[in-house]
Nanobody, 125 residues
Framework: QVQLVESGGRLVQPGGSLRLSCAAS????????MGWFRQAPGKEHEFVAA????????YYEASVKGRFTISRDNAKNTVYLQMNSLKPEDTAVYYC??????????????????WGQGTQVTVSS
């Protein structure tokens, strides 16, 4: 069992930056692919970014590519989402998720086994 706790969400102005963190419990974090998803009010759950368990492979949703960077520190059991050039349409609750399968990281929420509780990101002037 893995528990995930996100942090770092807050109100930020358009064009600003935020770094979200997701701390994982358990000794097997380094063997899990990790993903970030988001959900805005009235919208579907949306894939944002994913990283393989080695950290060698990353995937991004098209609208965040070039602005967001996913990374991980297996020594700290933590995955990060660096978000730059934020836009109002990035406003959402952001969730991290863990996939224990050791397959390449997926872009569908059904690929993930464990989820955090979410952290609110609001981009507004």
């Amino acid at each position: 069992q893995v528990q995930l706790v996100e942090s770092g969400g807050r109100l930020v102005q358009p064009g600003g930056s935020l770094r979200l963190s997701c701390a994982a419990s358990g000794r097997t974090f380094s063997s899990y692919s990790m993903g970030w998803f988001r959900q805005a009010p009235g919208k579907e759950h949306e894939f944002v970014a994913a990283i393989s368990w080695t950290g060698a492979t990353t995937y991004y949703e098209a609208s965040v590519k070039g602005r967001f960077t996913i990374s991980r520190d297996n020594a700290k059991n933590t995955v990060y989402l660096q978000m730059n050039s934020l836009k109002p349409e990035d406003t959402a609750v952001y969730y991290c998720a863990a996939d224990r399968s050791r397959l390449p990281p997926g872009t569908s929420s059904s690929a993930y086994d464990y989820w955090g509780q979410g952290t609110q990101v609001t981009v507004s002037s």
